[in-house]
C-alpha cells in the first residue's frame, strides 16, 4: 500500500477559525520587529525602500509591501483583513468614511452613464449622494420598495451596473431579502452591493446568503464607541466580472486600465479583481483613505464585537417590548415583532436579533416629541448609531430632512417618529431613562 | 495570450506585455483546482524584466477550454503542446503541486523543449488521502476547507497577507471554488495516480530549482527528498514557516529564488 499524505489529524477536517477568535486575532500577529502584542499604530506617510529595484517591484506589483499611506498601511491592512476574515470574503479596503467606502464601491464599478437601482430604505446621506450628487456625475438611481421584487426588476436597465440595499434599512429597519435580491442581480450579470451596517457580521454575512460587495460605516458598531469616522469596503471574490452575463458591463475590470500598466485587472487577480482597481485607481485617485490611527480604534472596538453585539441586541429586546406596550407609543418598528412587515424574513435571515438601532413613533405633536427629547438624561441627542452609549434622535428635523413628504413617507417616517440606538448601559436604566421622557412628552 | 491547444481555446496571462520571439520564455503552470492568478506577483516581476511570460489556465482552468486531463503525463504532454501552439522553441517551466509534476514529467518527455525547470511544493509519489479525495468527488465545499485548512502554514490561517488588505483563506476558498465542479477531483486524483516522478527526475538534464515550504503539510519537504536525490543539476531552497501555498504565503521569498536561478 502506498503511504498516505501524512497529514496532521487525518480523520478531521483542518481547524478554521472560528468567528469570536478571528475578531481578536484575524490580521494581526505580534509585532516583529518589537515583540508588541497589540497591533502597533503605524503612524507614518511613507515606508523606505531597500533600494531601487525593490522600490520599482512595489510600484509595478512584483513584489507585496507598503509604499505610501494613502495606497496602503500596515495598521490599516490589519483592519482591512479582520473586517474581510469575518464577512468571509477576499478581502477589504478601509475607507475614510462610510460614505468613502459607498462612493469607491460604486465609482469602481461604473462611470458616466452608469445607473444603480437601490432600495429606497437607505440612510439619509447614501440617499444624498445617490439621489442629488451623483446625477451630477451622470450616474443614475432609481430607488425602489425593498420589498417588492418585481420594482427591483422593472427598474433593472441596460445601463444598469449595480444593485444596492441596506441590510437592515434605514430607519423603519425594512429587512433586505439577501438571497433573492442576490438572485435578481446575478440574473442580470449584475453584483448586488450591501451596507451591513446595522448587522455586523455577527448578526448576518450577507456573502453567505449571495451578496458580492458589502460595507459598513465603521463609525458605528464595529469600532462600537463613537470616537472614530471610518468605511469598510469588502469583496466577496465571488463574481465573476468577466462571466457570460456581466460581460462587457465592467470595463474597469475587463479592459486594459491604461492608468495602470495596462492591466486588465480581472486576468491580474480571478478573485480580486475589484478589489485591486479600487485601491489602485480609486484610493490612489479620489484618496479617501483611511488614518492608521482611526484603523487601530476599530481594530479594539472590534475585538469586542461579539460580546457587545450580543449585550446591545439584548439591551434592545428589553427596550422594544417596554416601549411596545406604552401608552404613548403608537408603534415599534423592529422586525423581532409580529408587527414588523419583514418578522418573517427577518426569523430566517437574522436569528440572532435585529441590531440596537430602531425607531418608534410618539403618539401626539411635534412639540411632544421635541418634550420627549429634550427630557431624557442618559439618551445623547445626536447624529450616530451604534455608539456603546444609547443615543437619541428626530429622523425628520436631521438625518432625513433633506426628503420630501411624499418621500418621507415612503420611507416610513413620520413626524413622530423617533430613533434610539440603544447602549451597553444597564437596561432597566434605559428604561427609566425613556419611562421619564415619556411621562414628560405626556404632560407637554 | 489566447491560442488553440488540441481545438480549445487556451488562455495564458502574459504579465499585460505582448509576446517578443526574441525574449527568452518562462511559463508557469499551477496546481491542482487553481489557475494562472496563484502567480500574480512572480509572473508580473519577469515579464517586466525581460523575459515572455506565459502563466497558462490548464484545460478546463480558469479561462481555458477543454477538459481537464486526467494523468499528470497528459498534462506534461499538454504543456509541450501548449508551447508548440505559442510558438514557443525553449522555455524554463516553473510549476507548483501538481504543476510542478506537469512540469517535471515535461522536462523529462521533452528535453530540447525545457531549458530549465523550478519545482515548487513538489512530491514523488504525491499520494492524497482518501478523505480529501472522497470529498473532492462528493463534497467540493468540504474538499475546498480540506485543502484551505492544510496549504497553509498554521500562522497564515489568521491572515498577515504579504498584499495589503486581502485575507488569504478567503482568497484560497474562492479560486477553488471558481473551478468547474469535478475539476478538482480530476486534479487530485491525476496527482494521486503519478508513480513516474523518480524515473522522471532521474532523466532531467537542465538545471532544477526545487523550493519547498518547511511547515508545508500538502507536499512536506521529506516527501520531495527522494526526487531532490534523484535530480542531476539541482538547486533546493528551503522557506521556513511557509506552507504548500507559497507563492500567496511567502511572494517575495519564492521571487527571490526564482530570481536567483532563472
Ligand atoms: C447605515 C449607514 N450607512 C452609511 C453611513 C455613512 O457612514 P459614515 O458616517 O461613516 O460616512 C451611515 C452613517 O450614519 C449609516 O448609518
Redesign the interface.
Known amino acids: 500500500m502506498?503511504?498516505?499524505?501524512?497529514?496532521?489529524t487525518?480523520?478531521s477536517?483542518?481547524?478554521?477559525?472560528r468567528f469570536d477568535t478571528?475578531s481578536l486575532?484575524?490580521?494581526?500577529?505580534p509585532d516583529p520587529a518589537t515583540g508588541a502584542r497589540a497591533t502597533p499604530i503605524h503612524q507614518t506617510a511613507s515606508f523606505v525602500f531597500p533600494d531601487c529595484d525593490h522600490a520599482a517591484?512595489l510600484f509595478?506589483?512584483?513584489?507585496?509591501?507598503?509604499v505610501y499611506s494613502r495606497?496602503?498601511?500596515?495598521t490599516?491592512?490589519?483592519l482591512?483583513?479582520?473586517v474581510?476574515?469575518l464577512e468571509?470574503?477576499?478581502?477589504?479596503?478601509?475607507t475614510a468614511s462610510g460614505q468613502a467606502a459607498l462612493h469607491l464601491a460604486i465609482c469602481t464599478l461604473m462611470g458616466a452613464g452608469g445607473h444603480i437601482v437601490a432600495s429606497r430604505a437607505l440612510y439619509g446621506g447614501s440617499h444624498n449622494l445617490l439621489d442629488y450628487t451623483l446625477p451630477r456625475f451622470g450616474i443614475a438611481t432609481t430607488f425602489v420598495d425593498p420589498r417588492d421584487l418585481d420594482a427591483w426588476r422593472a427598474a433593472i436597465r441596460p445601463e444598469t451596473r449595480l444593485l444596492f440595499g441596506e441590510t437592515l434599512g434605514n430607519p423603519g429597519l425594512d429587512v433586505l431579502d439577501v438571497p433573492r435580491v442576490a438572485a435578481l442581480a446575478h440574473d442580470h450579470g449584475l453584483p448586488l452591493l450591501v451596507d451591513s451596517t446595522f448587522t455586523t457580521p455577527w448578526l448576518l454575512r450577507p456573502f453567505e446568503h449571495g451578496a458580492d460587495l458589502v460595507f459598513h460605516s465603521a463609525t458605528k458598531f464595529l469600532s462600537g464607541h463613537g470616537v472614530v469616522i471610518g468605511g469598510v469596503l469588502v469583496d466577496?471574490?465571488?463574481f465573476?466580472w468577466?462571466g457570460a452575463k456581466a460581460r462587457g458591463k465592467f470595463p474597469t475590470l475587463t479592459e486594459?486600465y491604461h492608468g495602470f500598466?495596462?492591466?486588465?485587472f480581472a486576468?491580474?487577480?480571478?478573485?480580486?479583481a475589484f478589489?485591486l482597481r479600487a485601491?489602485r485607481e480609486g484610493i490612489r485617485d479620489f484618496g479617501a483613505c483611511m488614518a492608521p490611527a482611526t484603523a487601530w480604534q476599530i481594530l479594539q472596538g472590534i475585538e469586542t464585537l461579539p460580546v457587545r453585539m450580543a449585550r446591545h441586541v439584548e439591551n434592545a429586546r428589553k427596550v422594544v417590548a417596554f416601549l411596545a406596550k406604552h401608552a404613548m407609543v403608537a408603534g415599534v418598528a423592529y422586525p423581532e415583532l409580529p408587527s414588523h412587515r419583514d418578522h418573517a424574513l427577518a426569523a430566517r435571515l437574522l436569528p440572532r436579533g435585529c441590531g440596537a438601532v430602531f425607531s418608534f413613533d410618539l403618539r401626539g405633536t411635534r412639540a411632544q416629541g421635541r418634550r420627549f427629547i429634550e427630557s431624557l438624561r442618559l439618551f445623547s441627542h445626536l447624529a450616530n448609531v451604534g455608539d456603546a452609549k444609547s443615543l437619541v434622535i428626530h429622523p425628520a428635523s436631521t438625518t432625513h430632512f433633506r426628503m420630501s413628504a411624499e418621500d418621507l413617507a415612503r420611507a416610513g417616517i413620520t413626524e413622530g417618529t423617533i430613533r434610539l440606538s440603544i447602549g451597553l448601559e444597564d437596561a432597566d436604566d434605559l428604561i427609566e431613562d425613556l419611562s421619564r421622557g415619556l411621562h414628560a412628552a405626556g404632560k407637554a | 495570450m489566447r491560442v488553440a491547444v488540441g481545438g480549445a481555446e487556451t488562455y495564458a496571462?502574459t504579465g499585460?506585455r505582448a509576446f517578443d520571439a526574441a525574449l527568452p520564455t518562462l511559463a508557469f503552470v499551477h496546481g491542482a483546482g487553481n489557475?494562472?492568478?496563484v502567480w500574480?506577483?512572480?509572473s508580473?516581476?519577469f515579464a517586466?524584466h525581460g523575459r515572455n511570460v506565459l502563466a497558462v489556465d490548464l484545460p478546463g482552468h480558469?479561462?481555458s477550454a477543454g477538459r481537464p486531463l486526467a494523468s499528470v503525463e497528459a498534462l506534461s504532454d499538454w504543456v509541450a503542446a501548449f508551447l508548440a501552439a505559442a510558438g514557443v522553441r525553449e522555455a524554463a517551466l516553473v510549476g507548483h503541486s501538481m504543476g510542478a509534476l506537469a512540469a517535471l514529467e515535461c522536462a523529462a518527455r521533452h528535453p530540447a523543449l525545457v531549458r530549465r525547470l523550478a519545482l515548487l511544493g513538489p512530491a514523488a509519489?504525491?499520494?492524497?488521502?482518501?478523505?480529501l479525495l472522497d470529498a473532492a468527488r462528493n463534497d467540493e465545499p468540504?474538499a475546498h476547507?480540506?485543502i484551505?485548512?492544510?496549504q497553509h502554514a498554521p500562522?497564515a490561517?489568521?491572515?498577515?497577507?504579504?498584499?495589503?488588505?486581502?485575507?488569504m483563506?478567503?482568497?484560497a476558498t474562492?479560486?477553488l471554488?471558481?473551478a468547474l465542479p469535478g475539476v478538482l477531483a480530476i486534479d487530485l486524483a491525476a496527482c494521486n495516480a503519478y508513480a513516474g516522478g523518480l524515473d522522471a527526475a532521474a532523466s532531467v538534464a537542465c538545471p532544477a530549482l526545487v523550493v519547498t515550504g518547511q511547515r508545508d503539510?500538502?507536499a512536506?519537504p521529506k516527501?520531495a527528498q527522494a526526487l531532490i536525490d534523484a535530480l542531476r543539476d539541482k538547486r533546493v531552497v528551503s522557506l521556513p514557516n511557509c506552507g504548500h501555498a507559497m507563492t500567496n504565503e511567502a511572494?517575495?521569498r519564492v521571487?527571490d529564488a526564482l530570481i536567483g536561478f532563472l
Open positions: 502506498k503511504a498516505r499524505l501524512p497529514l496532521p487525518p480523520m477536517t483542518p481547524k478554521s477559525h478571528l486575532h484575524a490580521g494581526a500577529r517591484a509595478n506589483m512584483e513584489r507585496a509591501g507598503h495606497i496602503s498601511n500596515p490599516c491592512a490589519v482591512e483583513e479582520r474581510a476574515a468571509g470574503g477576499v478581502g477589504a479596503i478601509a466577496s471574490g465571488s465573476d468577466d486594459p500598466h495596462d492591466m486588465v486576468e491580474e487577480s480571478t478573485t480580486a478589489l485601491r | 496571462y499585460a489557475d494562472h492568478s500574480a506577483l512572480q508580473r516581476y517586466h480558469g479561462r509519489p504525491m499520494p492524497v488521502s482518501d478523505a468540504a476547507a480540506m484551505v485548512g492544510w500562522g490561517l489568521l491572515g498577515g497577507h504579504p498584499v495589503p488588505g486581502l485575507w483563506p478567503g482568497g474562492r479560486l471554488e471558481r503539510l500538502m512536506p516527501s511572494p517575495d521571487l
